[in-house]
C-alpha cells in the first residue's frame, strides 16, 4: 500500500480496541505506520499511532476519487465535524 495516498484520508480500523471505527490519517511516520485521530478519543495532540496494514481506506469517493481533508491546521472539532458528516 502507497502510504502517501493516506495522508488526510478517512480509514477504518480493522483491529484493535477501536474496531470499526473511522479516523483521519493525521501523519504517516514510515512505510508501516501512520498516526490517525477522531477528534473524541484520540485527539489531535494524542494521536493513535497503528499499522498500516491495521487500517482500511473508506470506499466512499468524490470528485477527486477519495474522501479527504486538510491536514495541515486541523483541530479537533474540524474533525469530529468531519467524520460526523459521512455517517449522515
Not at 497503528?50 to 483541530?75: F, Q
Given at each position: 500500500?502507497?502510504?502517501?495516498?493516506?495522508?488526510?484520508?478517512?480509514?477504518?480500523?480493522?483491529?484493535?480496541?477501536?474496531?470499526?471505527?473511522?479516523?483521519?490519517?493525521?501523519?504517516?511516520?514510515?512505510?508501516?505506520?501512520?498516526?490517525?485521530?477522531?477528534?473524541?478519543?484520540?485527539?489531535?495532540?494524542?494521536?493513535?499511532?497503528?499499522?498500516?496494514?491495521?487500517?482500511?481506506a473508506l470506499a466512499r469517493?468524490?470528485?477527486?476519487?477519495?474522501?479527504?481533508?486538510?491536514?495541515?491546521?486541523?483541530?479537533?472539532?474540524?474533525?469530529?465535524?468531519?467524520?460526523?458528516?459521512?455517517?449522515?
Amino acid at each position: 500500500m502507497d502510504t502517501s495516498l493516506l495522508l488526510g484520508s478517512i480509514v477504518t480500523s480493522l483491529c484493535g480496541r477501536d474496531k470499526g471505527r473511522n479516523f483521519v490519517v493525521i501523519e504517516i511516520i514510515d512505510a508501516d505506520y501512520v498516526y490517525i485521530a477522531d477528534g473524541r478519543l484520540r485527539r489531535v495532540e494524542s494521536p493513535k499511532r497503528k499499522k498500516v496494514k491495521h487500517i482500511s481506506a473508506l470506499a466512499r469517493a468524490d470528485e477527486s476519487g477519495s474522501v479527504r481533508i486538510d491536514v495541515e491546521n486541523i483541530t479537533n472539532k474540524t474533525l469530529r465535524e468531519f467524520l460526523s458528516g459521512l455517517d449522515g
